[in-house]
């Protein structure tokens, strides 16, 4: 189940009695990870209110394929594009005909239509209707579509019969469909990434910072998700959009990024530091904007700030800590020295003295230290350098 970790699912229900167990598989989905968008029928809501489903799934439930208003929001073509699966349970022998035929006469056909999503059907019926030859001829056709069924199973049946038809539970259902997602390197992993600079105020309209874009910590929580970890995204102010997946915590000074840190530190399993965090910051933060003085000099009082990804390294029962060291000289015997230091499972070095990588570039290039070897990963996009590492963090964190 942990394949269902950031999966987008649409579940379409379509008219049945077994109806009322799509919502049961619903919460089963989203328990597992998945962020699921339902799609009913006008049949299927003679046996089950939408409401119900849009308070499981926690998004208003899609029914009709011309309503401007759904279309301003999350179109049909969208939703389509959106999917990494189209998962239909129950699928009633109506549907699979109407999907065999290649109709797209209501919304969750036309969304099956336009996807390229794989979709699934778990059908539900009738035993009479599931052995009638239509149906059957049906069942192969989509098959040799490639769409995939689930069921039916055989038993007693609400409309008293026995036999083919019953829908699978949902339990059965969710894992089958589970399975035929790819396993992430990172699946059911909780990753926290911190990313971006930190603020430390002077009073309350200055501040210290420096000129972290946030990039390949964005890059990275991207990367992770897409390995199916769940990613919290601890983000200092970065002029970025929240990464689809993440859960991003938006914070401005070290010790606001250190408490977001620590926040269900117990249940992380990685975590990623990649925020340019201040190292000192005012001793006090003036209460009142700071007036201009006579005097030519001025001087700021400075405090040392925590280290974050040392704190982290050291709670008991911790997570396994990668940090970056962006260095201008000597970049390998630095970067060993902080391994160490902050006791850390691994280090990503890079060399900011050169103007082409590094701080505020889309591209990077670094050397990934352990205890015990350096990998070097040449210059590329900060995208391709996040998925590199986070395979490199997957098989280091496997074997540790
Ligand atoms: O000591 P230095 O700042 O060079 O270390 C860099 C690494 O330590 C980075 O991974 C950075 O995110 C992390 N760090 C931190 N908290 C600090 C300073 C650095 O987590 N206060």
């Not at 049945?16 to 799509?22: D, E, F, H, M």
């Not at 829908?167 to 909780?190: D, Y």
């Amino acid at each position: 189940m942990h394949r269902l970790t950031n999966r987008q699912i649409i579940l379409g229900i379509t008219g049945g009695i077994a109806a009322y167990k799509s919502a049961e598989l619903t919460r089963i989905l989203k328990t597992h990870g998945a962020d699921v968008r339902i799609v009913m029928t006008p049949a299927a809501c003679e046996f089950i209110t939408p409401l119900t489903l849009q308070a499981l799934s926690g998004h208003a439930v899609h029914q009709h394929i011309l309503d401007p208003e759904a279309e301003a929001g999350m179109g049909h073509i969208e939703l389509a594009k959106w999917a990494d699966m189209i998962l239909i349970a129950p699928a009633s022998a109506d549907f699979m005909a109407r999907l065999n035929s290649g109709m797209g006469n209501d919304l969750l056909s036309t969304i099956c239509l336009a996807s390229e999503a794989p979709v699934v059907l778990a059908p539900a019926m009738n035993q009479a209707m599931w052995r009638d030859v239509q149906t059957q001829q049906n069942a192969t056709d989509l098959q040799n579509k490639n769409i995939r069924l689930l069921g039916p199973g055989v038993g007693d049946q609400a409309c008293g019969d026995n036999g083919p038809g019953r829908m699978l539970e949902p339990l059965e259902i969710a894992s089958q469909a589970a399975a035929l997602f790819e396993q992430g390197s990172l699946a059911g992993k909780q990753v926290f990434i911190t990313a971006g600079p930190t603020r430390e105020a002077l009073d309350p309209v200055r501040y210290i910072s420096n000129h972290s874009s946030g990039k390949m910590g964005y890059a990275l929580a991207a990367a992770a998700a897409d390995a199916g970890a769940r990613v919290k995204l601890i983000s200092g102010p970065v002029n970025l959009e929240a990464p689809a997946r993440c859960e991003r915590v938006q914070v401005e000074s070290a010790q606001q990024m250190l408490d977001a840190s620590l926040d269900g530190i117990s249940d992380c399993d990685i975590f990623i530091a990649a925020a340019a965090v201040a190292d000192y910051r005012p001793v006090s933060v003036a209460e009142h904007k700071m007036k201009k003085g006579k005097e030519e000099l001025m001087e700021l009082h400075l405090v040392k700030n925590p280290d974050i990804v040392a704190t982290i390294a050291s709670q008991p029962d911790n997570p396994f800590c990668i940090g970056f060291a962006a260095e201008t000289q000597d970049v390998v015997a630095y970067a060993q020295d902080k391994l160490q230091r902050k006791n850390l499972d691994l280090i990503i070095a890079n060399d900011v003295s050169r103007s082409d990588i590094g701080f505020n570039s889309d591209e990077n290039a670094v050397t990934v230290i352990s205890k015990t070897a350096a990998t070097p990963l040449p210059q590329t996009s900060k995208r391709l350098l996040a998925k590199q590492l986070i395979n490199l963090i997957a098989d280091q964190y496997a074997g540790k």
